[in-house]
């Protein structure tokens, strides 16, 4: 049962979340809900730029056997990350925001408290699955969804609910998120919050901790600019409303992903403490079987509930949820590839498939939305991800080759 365990966490975490959207939705209309879209998407993509691709180096080093970094010493680092994080968001994702909607002060100002919670909580909740603790990573943010969910439901009963306060409670709800986040990192005995070094001594550690994770920010951003960069093109040349649509059909059709992706942090601890691939062998074919089960699962259940949970205005939407569906089968592999990678010290390996999808989604995806609208874009993601799933696997197979060519170069002649 205990194998089950991370799914069955992951489930509950998309299923909330799922809940979380599909009210927003209801509630805010298809309009203000495109506009909050907007803003969560631009605030992810700006964190993936200013965490400087850490989270990713953090799963790998704080898995590694003998490391430096212990969890006090990380989450002081994630925590002052966050402080420039705010000056980006103003002076950067406050104009791009302006750009595709129009939103007002308390939003803007719930707009930048929300990107630096956001970063340093999505440092914090990475640095969990390096310390191996995976169930308490993904419990906090199943945790932190339902509370969402809660708190929303109360605005909106109250007559209150817009985009603004909607990011004021998704803020607040980062905020408690980042403080069980420390205290489930600190459970593992180190103690609290000491550094046990000098302030000079982490900040050398902590470049070379960036330098090492730099690579990942590739990875990070291109994968946010797949994954929501159908959207923003909605925006760009379409409509609000249909942004709104789209984005809460792929918001269901993402438990076909997000649910096996669970899994990820696992390889990559296994990987990066055995320092070999056996894991993923071990492994890869199951988890793509069991990829396809949840996308065929959530395909059939979500064309069907799909106009009912949300009514009318979202008909349209229900044939998406099938299409992004079957879309999220390779995004998965892909996202299993690039982790068993990672575990090797390889970062590139994600990067180099996410900026291949990232040019596709430009220039294929783009020119689709234009034509054909809504529909286009989701068919448009299957060749996304597919291709994405292509390029990484054959850079894992030439790394497990090179790895076996320098095994048998150390094994000493006979005779």
């Known amino acids: 049962m205990r194998r089950f365990q991370l799914p069955l966490w992951s489930a509950a975490q998309a299923g909330v979340q799922m809940m979380v959207a599909v009210a927003s939705a209801r509630w805010l209309g298809p309009a203000d809900r495109g506009s909050l879209v907007l803003a969560t998407t631009l605030a992810t993509l700006l964190l993936l730029v200013s965490g400087l691709g850490l989270g990713a180096g953090a799963r790998v080093v704080l898995a590694e056997p003998s490391t430096w970094w212990t969890w006090p010493r990380y ?6 990350m966050a402080v420039p994080h705010g000056a980006v968001a103003v002076f950067v ?31 914090l909740r990475e640095g969990l699955h390096g310390r191996g603790r995976h169930r308490q990573a993904i419990g906090l943010d199943v945790l932190a969804a339902g509370l969402q969910l809660a708190l929303t439901a109360a605005v909106y009963f109250a007559g209150r609910l817009t985009v603004a306060t909607a990011l004021a409670v998704a803020s607040s709800c980062l905020a408690l998120t980042i403080l069980g986040q420390v205290a489930a990192g600190q459970r593992s005995g180190e103690p609290r919050l000491r550094t046990h070094c000098s302030w000079r001594v982490l900040l050398v550690q902590g470049r070379a901790l960036i330098c090492f994770s730099v690579p990942a920010v590739l990875t990070s951003v ?18 609000s409303a249909e942004v709104g649509v789209y984005s809460a059909a792929s918001s269901l059709a993402a438990l076909s992903w997000f649910i096996p992706i669970a899994f990820t942090g696992v390889l990559t601890r296994r990987v990066a403490a055995s320092g070999s691939l056996m894991a993923w062998e071990r492994t890869w074919k199951p988890f793509l079987a069991f990829s396809a089960a949840v996308a065929l699962v959530t395909a059939s259940v979500g064309t069907v509930v799909f106009p009912f949970l949300l009514g009318p205005e979202y008909r349209d939407g229900a044939p998406l949820v099938a299409v992004l569906s079957v879309a999220a089968i390779p995004y998965a592999m892909y996202q299993y590839d690039s982790a068993a990678c990672q575990g090797l010290r390889d970062l590139k390996a994600g990067s180099v498939g996410a900026v291949v999808g990232s040019v596709m989604v430009v220039a294929v995806v783009v020119p689709v939305i234009v034509i054909l609208g809504t529909h286009g874009a989701a ?18 197979r030439k790394l497990r080759r090179r790895r076996a060519s320098d095994r048998c170069e150390v094994v000493p002649a006979h005779g």
């Open 75 to 80: 989450a002081v680092l994630a925590g002052a």
């Open 93 to 123: 994702g406050l104009p791009l925001l302006g750009a595709f909607t129009d939103p007002g002060f308390a939003a803007q100002a719930a707009f930048v408290l929300y990107s630096a919670l956001a970063l340093c909580a999505s440092l």
């Open 222 to 239: 291109g994968q946010s600019f797949v994954i929501h960069g159908d959207r923003l093109a909605l925006g760009a040349v379409r409509s």
């Open 379 to 396: 068919v448009g993601m299957i060749a996304v991800y597919t291709t994405m799933a292509v390029v990484v696997r054959r850079r894992l």
